[in-house]
T-cell receptor
Framework: AQSVTQPDIHITVSEGASLELRCNYSYGATPYLFWYVQSPGQGLQLLLKYFSGDTLVQGIKGFEAEFKRSQSSFNLRKPSVHWSDAAEYFCAVAFSGTYKYIFGTGTRLKVLA | KAGVTQTPRYLIKTRGQQVTLSCSPISGHRSVSWYQQTPGQGLQFLFEYFSETQRNKGNFPGRFSGRQFSNSRSEMNVSTLELGDSALYLC????????????FGSGTRLTVV
């Protein structure tokens, strides 16, 4: 079955430190890949997406993600975290013709001042 | 431009009642999807509509239904509410499908008592 794994439920980093959130998916073909962020009581905001081509994609708010086909991974990174980045982050995959996303369970990020 | 608008933002219903949630997509977007978000199950796909046709449906009981109107606005209905239906219901829209990334609304928080 298709699935998305975000192995870290909670991550705490200090402001200014670098960040990497992990995402792995299971499926034979390469899916469309997304990262979303959700602040408390809010909907999801799209950070970045990957369809094909360059495996390093840039997103909003200084985030980037790298697709590694051999590892079925799409990890999210940020060089220097700001206190306003504290939120929950979701990785999602979509497959051509299915019109639905499969979401990971999310990683809650806490930022220490 | 206006984002995805969901109404109402909050709703309290009694077990056994039915509820209708509304979603107005971004102007020009013809694909609308619905997701249920709960602490235990995370984000789960309910259904997706495009030009008034349901193209995909998630694994939810028949009590959950939806429809899309000619102006792309969408509604979802839950009949015979159960306590377990308490959740944040998120609507998302895109031009033609989720391949390019959905834009999510802020959601409707449904509490069943």
């Amino acid at each position: 079955a298709q699935s998305v794994t975000q192995p870290d439920i909670h991550i705490t980093v200090s402001e200014g430190a670098s960040l990497e959130l992990r995402c792995n998916y299971s499926y034979g073909a390469t899916p469309y890949l997304f990262w979303y962020v959700q602040s408390p009581g809010q909907g999801l905001q799209l950070l970045l997406k990957y369809f094909s081509g360059d495996t390093l994609v840039q997103g909003i708010k200084g985030f980037e993600a790298e697709f590694k086909r051999s590892q079925s991974s799409f990890n999210l990174r940020k060089p220097s975290v700001h206190w306003s980045d504290a939120a929950e982050y979701f990785c999602a995959v979509a497959f051509s013709g299915t019109y639905k996303y499969i979401f990971g369970t999310g990683t809650r990020l806490k930022v220490l001042a | 431009k206006a984002g995805v608008t969901q109404t109402p933002r909050y709703l309290i219903k009694t077990r056994g009642q039915q509820v209708t949630l509304s979603c107005s997509p971004i102007s020009g977007h013809r694909s609308v999807s619905w997701y249920q978000q709960t602490p235990g199950q995370g984000l789960q796909f309910l259904f997706e509509y495009f030009s008034e046709t349901q193209r995909n449906k998630g694994n939810f009981p028949g009590r959950f239904s939806g429809r899309q109107f000619s102006n792309s606005r969408s509604e979802m209905n839950v009949s015979t509410l159960e306590l377990g239906d308490s959740a944040l219901y998120l609507c998302a829209s895109s031009l033609s499908g989720g391949s390019y990334g959905y834009t999510f609304g802020s959601g409707t928080r449904l509490t069943v008592v």
